[in-house]
């Protein structure tokens, strides 16, 4: 396969290892914040290529993990409704909320639908005029444009019972959360596809405001290595900038009209992520003038952010920090376990503890 | 039957009731089989796909399974052939000669007969291929909604091979075995998924829903130190390894790059976050072999039509943990655990 | 659902389109992306196309990781 098989052979793997162990001539802490890239690496065994003097953790980026119980709740809630079909991407549909899940309702007789597109979801609408499709928009800045695209789309041919619970996030603000949050972190590993739509621009905060490395990162087990060989090379050199590995997709001013788009239809506010908190305009809403497509005005739901903290015995909020790590929480592979999840980490093939449990256990 | 022997309990809330997770093959249908079933009939691990059964000094195998696939017709056969290949095959890995059938149907009410006449058709001529007889069955119609289009039910008999007995509970099994997989894996779930049209995409990719009796047939005469086969069904590739470990208490290395996947499943499964090695097949065996036999095991079955990408993909090594190591496309390795959760609902 | 993975593009109709993943076809919105046509390689998200993939970056990036790999010999 073109663009993704290149980046996977063995010598050059080896290759890039043996020249980030010549370089590592010290401590380094890297942190990533993308479900991506968290998969990615434990898929690819990557911790096992890299010196023992380089440590990765895995930040915020997995945004069904960051989603607050109280969206889980709602979307459970509005599954209740007779003339309601929820469409949802899939791992939603898993994840715990204070009483139930879409999982649970859907055994029950709830129209809950997985579906891989926002634009799939604005097609059941216009197949079935007579229930409200809930399309639950969540994602970072990847996500984000398409979901504008379907309201745009919706607005124009007029197709009024589809609508958005959206919970579309953005990551510089969680990032500069957890910088200020005081992590030891020396550099970052960037979302390389949220990066796609915003461009390096969005992130030359953390070299330039925070004096820390940043590269910006493809997927593939090479651009994975490779940026970790950057961020050595910076910090040996002490000369922090932003800087793109992914240049096959990633340029300083991302994709304008994806940006468009996301300006059109939605505008920042503060939101809720779990385990972090209420973090400043870090949330999309919907502006007003696509509001007939916001769920949470049709159904006029309390949008009141629930408790985004976590009881004591789930750590998925320390772990979504990089404080801990997934087995250092006591619930991990015992009474937490992909098949019953207690918390989001676990239930997203994205979350940290998910791919903890399915790469690394015993391993 | 099959499931592994691991003990661990699970005591998730969901258990009150079956889920579509029971019915997936991993994990949770061994823990149902092992602990609703086995205990109350009497049946003794290890469980294998057939049972054996000595009828007075002659071996007999014997299995059974229900075919319940939704779509019934896809890119490479319909419910039909499965129904046929999928009960020759658990026969034909137990190491005997498949050679009595029966069809049980139970037909939802308002089914096209038009549609009864092609399945039927198609598994007339899947047992002519597999050289065995289809001699006896049942039909039932249920109420409209009451079942969901066709379910159907085979069971077979045949003879063991002389000497052979022990390929289903791989008690010949050994630290240096090889272990070959007779092709690509993958290639019924997504020809599966693709006639669903669920999940918006389009492929060319077709089941490979085949009988491989005669196959194995081939392998048998030819080769004296085949140790174990099991055909790969739901649960795929890593399912199988894992019940390998756990039957023999030993340790399995397996390589990526070695396990042959073809380009269209591999572009999905990226897609679609799913892992090859846990996609359900219906025409692929594993064998582990003696490692001074395994280049002729190799050679039979690349010279079939149905193995002509047989690879060795890994080997039975002598630690003594039950575990099953995954050798990475990028050099590095990981812990191939078996599949918690389903991927498919039905898919055979 | 994170899964971004580069796509070709095969056939254009209107807004959307029919891309490929090694073989497997999948429907695009072209809605995020001007000025694309078939044998394009996009990356494909969520059902749809974010952003182009420049092939010239991409031979140079692969140019640059076999340097370092002839090197290291």
Same mark, same amino acid.
């Given at each position: ?363 | ?61 014997? !299995? $059974?399974?229900?075919? *319940? +696939? ?6 490479? @056969?319909?419910?039909? /052939? ?71 039910? !085979? $069971?077979?008999?045949? *003879? +063991? ?6 390929? @289903?509970?791989?008690? /010949?099994?050994?630290a240096g075995d090889m272990l070959i997989i007779s092709g690509p894996v993958g290639n019924h779930s997504v020809a599966v998924m693709s006639a669903r049209n669920q999940l918006g995409f389009i492929s060319q990719v077709v089941s490979d829903c085949a009988s491989l009796n005669c196959m194995i047939g081939r392998m048998l005469d030819t080769c004296r130190e085949i140790h174990f086969m099991r055909d790969i069904t739901r649960g795929g590739l890593a399912t199988v390894l894992n019940e390998l470990a756990v039957m023999t208490g030993l340790g399995i290395t397996v390589t990526e790059n070695k396990i042959p996947v073809d380009e269209p499943v591999k572009g999905l499964c990226e897609m679609m976050g799913f892992d090859p090695l846990y996609l359900a097949n219906e025409g692929k065996v594993l064998i582990a072999v003696d490692k001074n036999e395994s280049e002729k095991a190799l050679g039979v079955l690349r010279s079939d039509s149905l193995g002509t990408k047989a690879e060795i993909i890994g080997e039975i090594t002598g630690d003594r943990n039950k575990t ?25 | ?73």
């Amino acid at each position: 396969m073109k663009y993704i098989d290149e980046y996977r052979t063995e010598r050059l793997i080896r290759t890039l290892a043996r020249k980030i162990k010549e370089e590592a001539s010290q401590e380094y802490v890297f942190m990533e914040v993308c479900g991506g890239h968290t998969a990615a690496i434990h898929r690819f065994g990557i911790p096992s290529l890299l010196p023992g003097n380089i440590n990765l953790l895995s930040g915020p980026g997995c945004p069904v993990c960051v989603t607050p119980l109280g969206f889980i709740d709602r979307a459970v809630a509005l599954a209740m409704h007779e003339d309601v079909i929820i469409t949802t991407f899939g791992d939603l549909i898993r994840v715990p909320g204070s009483v139930s899940s879409l999982e649970k309702e859907k055994v029950r007789g709830a129209d809950v639908r997985i579906v891989f597109s926002a634009l799939d979801a604005l097609t059941l609408a216009a197949n079935n005029k007579d229930k409200k499709i809930v399309f639950l928009g969540i994602g970072f800045e990847t996500t984000a444009p398409g979901t504008a695209a379907a309201l745009i789309k919706a607005k124009e041919s007029g197709t009024d019972n589809f609508m958005v619970m959206c919970a579309h996030k953005i990551m510089p603000p969680a990032m500069e959360a957890i910088i200020s949050d005081g992590t030891l972190i020396n550099g970052f590993i960037c979302p390389g596809h949220v990066a796609t739509i915003t461009g390096s621009n969005a992130f030359r905060f953390i070299s330039e405001k925070y004096n820390l490395a940043c590269v910006i990162s493809g997927f593939e087990p090479a651009d994975i290595m490779l940026a970790v060989y950057m961020l050595v090379q910076q910090i040996n050199n002490r000369q922090f900038k932003t800087e793109i590995q992914y240049s096959r997709a990633v340029t300083d001013e991302g994709n304008l009209k994806a940006q468009r788009l996301m300006n059109e239809v939605f505008e920042l506010s503060d939101a809720g992520w779990r385990g972090l908190g209420t973090i400043k305009s870090s949330g999309l809403k919907i502006r007003e003038k696509y509001v007939m497509f916001d769920a949470e005005n049709v159904f006029q739901i309390n949008t009141e952010e629930t408790d985004t903290s976590e009881d004591g015995t789930c750590l998925c909020g320390e772990v979504l920090r990089g404080r801990k790590k997934p087995p250092e929480c006591r619930l991990f592979a015992k009474a937490c376990t992909p098949e019953n999840p207690l918390g989001a980490c676990m239930v997203s093939g994205e979350g940290a503890c998910n791919a903890f449990y399915k790469y690394k256990r015993n391993g | 039957m099959k499931a592994p022997a691991t003990l661990f309990i699970n005591t998730n809330v969901m258990d009150k009731h079956i889920t579509l997770n029971h019915g997936s093959g991993g994990r949770l249908t061994g823990e149902l089989i092992r602990n609703i079933f086995a205990s109350r009939f009497g049946i003794k691990e290890p469980f294998t796909d057939s049972a054996i059964l000595d009828n007075q000094g002659q071996e007999l195998a014997f !299995t $059974t399974d229900s075919y *319940v +696939i939704d779509p019934i017709f896809f890119p490479g @056969g319909d419910i039909g /052939k499965l129904a046929v290949c999928g009960t020759v095959n658990d026969l034909a890995v137990a190491g005997a000669i498949p050679r009595f059938l029966s069809a049980s149907f139970i037909i939802e009410e308002g089914f096209r007969l038009k549609d009864l006449i092609t399945i039927t058709d198609s598994m007339a001529r899947e047992a002519l291929e597999a050289e065995v007889r289809i001699v006896t069955g049942d039909t039932k119609v249920v109420e409209k909604g009451k079942c969901d289009k066709i379910f159907i039910t !085979t $069971t077979g008999t045949g *003879v +063991i091979r002389d000497g052979y007995k022990h390929v @289903g509970t791989a008690e /010949k099994v050994r630290a240096g075995d090889m272990l070959i997989i007779s092709g690509p894996v993958g290639n019924h779930s997504v020809a599966v998924m693709s006639a669903r049209n669920q999940l918006g995409f389009i492929s060319q990719v077709v089941s490979d829903c085949a009988s491989l009796n005669c196959m194995i047939g081939r392998m048998l005469d030819t080769c004296r130190e085949i140790h174990f086969m099991r055909d790969i069904t739901r649960g795929g590739l890593a399912t199988v390894l894992n019940e390998l470990a756990v039957m023999t208490g030993l340790g399995i290395t397996v390589t990526e790059n070695k396990i042959p996947v073809d380009e269209p499943v591999k572009g999905l499964c990226e897609m679609m976050g799913f892992d090859p090695l846990y996609l359900a097949n219906e025409g692929k065996v594993l064998i582990a072999v003696d490692k001074n036999e395994s280049e002729k095991a190799l050679g039979v079955l690349r010279s079939d039509s149905l193995g002509t990408k047989a690879e060795i993909i890994g080997e039975i090594t002598g630690d003594r943990n039950k575990t099953v190591v995954l050798k990475t496309i990028t050099g590095g390795s990981r812990i191939l655990d078996m599949h918690s959760g389903t991927q498919l609902p039905r898919i055979c | 659902m994170c899964l971004s993975l580069p796509a070709k593009i095969i056939e254009i109709n209107g807004d959307m389109a029919d891309v490929s993943v090694g073989g497997t076809v999948f429907k695009a919105g072209l809605q995020l992306l001007d000025d694309v046509k078939p044998g394009d390689y996009v990356l494909l998200h969520a059902g749809f196309a974010i952003q182009k993939i420049n092939e010239t970056e991409a031979m140079e990036m692969l140019r640059l990781l076999e340097e370092m790999e002839n090197s290291m010999d």
